[in-house]
């Protein structure tokens, strides 16, 4: 993004979402790439969501509002999943050491990558909700929280959106890189006021208990839930 606002080569997008007609009073679609997800309107950006630092969107999902729990007046909700962005030099360490002061400072400098790296897997486990609210004709005012998948979860790699008949809500369908996927429910207002919770929890295996990497989530109908 920064690049892009200073002449140089915009980042290319990584994913998109079409935004629900609950947010026909500004957003109509939302693009992510390294950096932010954008929301776009006519052609116009109206609004931003930044992202961790390093990391790019690599899945999204919209829900409506209504199927949110929230009520039309507080918009829908834009699930996102941020994975690392750019890959560490693997080039970074390849000259031996010379004498204990660059010992010292090659072992500050994998300690670092180490503890970064960590910190990616934790924003990659985690999903970011933006609740959109439009606050005038030409901008959207997101409200955003993270929901923390509790028990060690793998990296977010699909979402999917779960109807329900009425008048339980939609779900919002988390797969995740070791075969779990986890549904969440939002209840209470919208915004700030959400709250999150997860009430399904699935774990996918193969013979031998070998764990499947979720690559997509599809909903079928209310009645037959998930096709992933």
Same mark, same amino acid.
């Given at each position: ?16 979402? &079409? ?41 999204? %999902?919209?829900?409506? *509002? %209504? *199927? ?10 834009? &699930?996102?999943? +941020? ?9 970074? +360490? ?12 090659? &072992? ?9 790296? &960590? ?19 030409? *901008? ?53 006021? %959400? ?7 699935? %774990? ?10 979720? *690559? ?13």
């Amino acid at each position: 993004m920064t690049q892009a606002l200073l002449g140089g080569r915009p980042e290319p997008v990584t994913c998109l979402v &079409a935004l629900p007609r609950g947010c026909s009073r500004g957003a109509d679609l939302a693009s992510g790439s390294e950096g932010s997800v954008r929301l776009w309107a006519a052609g116009e950006c109206v609004g931003t969501i930044v992202a961790p630092p390093g990391t790019a969107p690599a899945c999204m %999902a919209a829900l409506p *509002a %209504a *199927a949110a729990g929230a009520g039309p007046s507080s918009g829908p909700c834009l &699930a996102v999943a +941020f994975h690392q962005a750019r890959p560490f030099d693997p080039a970074a +360490f390849r000259l031996v050491p010379q004498g204990e002061e660059q010992r010292r400072r090659r &072992a500050e400098a994998l300690a670092a990558q180490a503890a970064q790296a &960590a910190a990616f897997e934790r924003v990659a486990a985690s999903v970011t909700v933006a609740s959109l609210r439009a606050e005038s004709p030409g *901008a959207v005012q997101p409200s955003v929280s993270v929901l923390g998948l509790a028990g060690g979860a793998a990296r977010v790699t699909a979402f999917g959106c779960l109807p329900r008949a009425p008048p339980a809500a939609d779900g919002l369908v988390c797969g995740t890189a070791d075969g779990a996927l986890r549904v969440w429910v939002r209840t209470g207002g919208g915004g700030d006021d %959400a709250v999150w919770r997860c009430e399904e929890h699935l %774990a996918l295996r193969f013979g031998g208990g070998a764990a499947a990497t979720i *690559a997509c989530v599809e909903p079928l109908t209310a009645q037959l839930g998930l096709l992933s």
